[in-house]
Structures are given as C-alpha cells and as structure tokens.
C-alpha cells in the first residue's frame, strides 16, 4: 500500500522561505518519477514541479521557475520543495504525488496516481 505523507507547511510572510517534505512508503520509490502539485482556493489543481526516478530530469511550473527547488533521496524514500522568495499567490494546498515508474518526463495530473492529503501553504504580504 503506497503512502505519502506531507509536511512542513505552515504561515509565513512574503519572501520567506519553506521546506516542505514527503515521506513515501510501500512500492520500490527510486523507481517512481514523484510530484509536487497545488490547490489554492477555488482553483483546480496545478503542477508544481517534478523530479524522476533517477534524479536526472526537474521540471517546473514558470509559476515558480528560480524560486522553488525540487529534491530526491531515494536512500531515504523522501521528496522535498525548497520555497524561496514565496508569494501571496503561492498560498495554496500542497499535494505530494506519486507519477509512473522509470519515465521522466510526467507532469500531467492525470499521470499521477498516488497523493498525499495535502499541506497547508500561506504567504501573507
């Protein structure tokens, strides 16, 4: 049974920064291209960013393009996003997703089929 679980969310001001982690289990993780996505409210979910399994290939939403950095230890079975310079508009639900194993170049929700429930993000200006 896979399971992601998210944390590191929480309230911060403009040009702050945030960590934000996820911890994998069940399935073989190195092998698994992993995700972040976001919802903010009243909005549909968005890609983020996403790194595969073999670390070689990130992509990112231009949203969030020299901000945020997207990171793997598959020693470890954890995927984070580093935040910097965040926004008002980066206040949003932050998903961890799981994506199709040994294929690098997902970023479409639908490729994505496990998800974690979420963490809370919000930049007050």
């Known amino acids: 049974q896979v399971q992601l679980v998210e944390s590191g969310g929480g309230l911060v001001q403009a040009g702050d920064s945030l960590r934000l982690s996820c911890a994998a289990s069940?399935?073989?993780?190195?092998?698994?291209?992993m995700g972040w996505f976001r919802q903010a409210p009243g909005k549909e979910r968005e890609f983020v960013a996403t790194?595969?399994?073999?670390?070689?290939?990130?992509y990112y939403a231009d949203s969030v393009k020299g901000r945020f950095t997207i990171s793997r230890d598959n020693a470890k079975n954890t995927v984070s996003l580093q935040m910097t310079s965040l926004k008002p508009e980066d206040t949003a639900v932050y998903y961890c997703?799981?994506?199709?194993?040994?294929?690098?170049?997902?970023?479409?929700?639908?490729?994505?089929?496990?998800w974690g429930q979420g963490t809370q993000v919000t930049v007050s200006s």
């Open positions: 790194i595969s399994w073999n670390v070689g290939t990130t």
């Open positions: 069940g399935g073989t993780f190195s092998r698994y291209t």
């Open positions: 997703a799981r994506g199709p194993s040994y294929y690098s170049d997902a970023i479409k929700i639908s490729e994505f089929n496990y």
